[in-house]
């Protein structure tokens, strides 16, 4: 029998979410500390910072760190020195960098086994100063892995003592990370492959390893899963593109739908040029009629871990509902900004 908390019943409705704060610029990836501050990625190039009142501010790459380079930041993490780190989703190039308070860049790691690294989707930095980060595809553009049958995606980490290796290949558009909280596994959302995979966590925790992958849940008709996030209960909260819908992976492997704003033309559509492999750029600049703008990114946040906050591609804020349960808290919470 499941011992999880939350009922089977519980949804989201659409006018119970709260918009809190407009104004930002592709924030794809949101983090949640405990001064209440948000922040988010910046696609211009950098990052913003909501404040506990809702007001924005941003920090932008300066004008002369590459004048020919367009960064994109998509994922974000906040490193225990207080170093703001992006993920570098670029047209062409890509790579892990921090950027200071100042705009000041400096480059992480733009290689791996002496290759370039692609264009980079998402990176954290745990409780041990290990960072992990995924690149979802080799191929450019990235628009030719948006199918089934190209898993060229891959999951790597920088260890405790510096070395950048990869630790997970061969993987249908690795998209998020996360560590489940009794720690024995490292579970990724795999887009376009429609799958929630875990790898059981071996090695040390400062110089980890991965087992074999393990499919969590499959799904179906337009849900692309990008950003994930464990609740206290070892529940799997799961934001879908395209579909634009927040699904929650039960212990037990059910799937419930938590909010779901579907334009279910554009999701059908889409559906079917995942399947086809002819999914274009132009099919997912739009979220349809749908008002959640490719929700891509879900953090837990507040004061007691039950404010959800989403993050999305398409449109210009950040939007929170309140969970019956907690999130899990992960390292960055407690960190600040330096």
């Known amino acids: 029998m499941e011992h999880y908390p939350l009922s089977r019943d519980f949804q989201v409705p659409l006018n119970e979410l709260r918009v809190v704060a407009r104004g930002l610029t592709r924030p794809e990836c949101v983090l949640a500390l405990d001064n209440d501050i948000l922040i988010a990625a910046h696609g211009a190039g950098g990052y913003s910072v909501v404040s506990s009142d809702g007001t924005v501010s941003h920090r932008l790459i300066e004008s002369e760190a590459d004048p020919a380079r367009r960064y994109v930041p998509n994922g974000i993490a906040l490193a225990p020195d207080g170093c703001v780190l992006f993920a570098d989703l670029g047209k062409a190039n890509g790579g892990l960098f921090s950027i200071d308070t100042r705009g000041r860049i400096e480059t992480v790691l733009d290689a791996v086994d002496g290759v370039p690294l692609p264009p980079s989707n998402f990176l954290t930095v745990d409780e041990y ?13 990235r628009s030719e892995a948006w199918n089934h049958e190209v898993t060229d995606g891959f999951i790597g980490v920088i260890d405790a003592a510096g ?6 290949d061969g993987l249908g558009y690795t998209n998020e990370v996360a560590i489940s909280p009794d720690r024995r596994w490292l579970y990724v959302n795999e887009t376009y492959a429609q799958r929630v995979s875990r790898f059981s966590l071996i090695g040390t925790p400062a110089a980890p390893s991965l087992g074999a992958r393990e499919t969590v ?19 799997l909260w799961l934001t879908c593109i395209a579909s634009n819908r927040v699904l929650l992976v039960r212990p037990n492997g059910d799937i419930q739908t938590i909010l779901a704003d579907t334009d279910h033309d554009h999701a059908a559509l889409v559906a079917r040029c995942v399947q086809e492999a002819t999914l274009q750029h132009a099919d997912m600049q739009t979220a349809g009629k749908s008002t959640l703008g490719n929700v891509s990114s879900i953090a837990f946040g507040g004061r007691s871990m039950c404010t959800a906050y989403l993050g999305c591609l398409l449109d210009d804020c950040i939007r929170s509902f309140e969970s019956p349960i ?4 992960l390292p960055h919470r407690t960190r600040r900004i330096a």
């Open 217 to 235: 849940a499959t799904l179906t008709g337009a849900d692309l899963p990008d950003g994930l996030a464990f609740d206290v209960h070892g529940g």
């Open 129 to 141: 100063g290990v960072l992990w980060f995924t690149v979802s595809t080799r191929k450019i553009p």
């Open 326 to 329: 907690a999130g899990l808290a």
């Open 163 to 168: 070395t950048a290796r990869i630790v997970a």
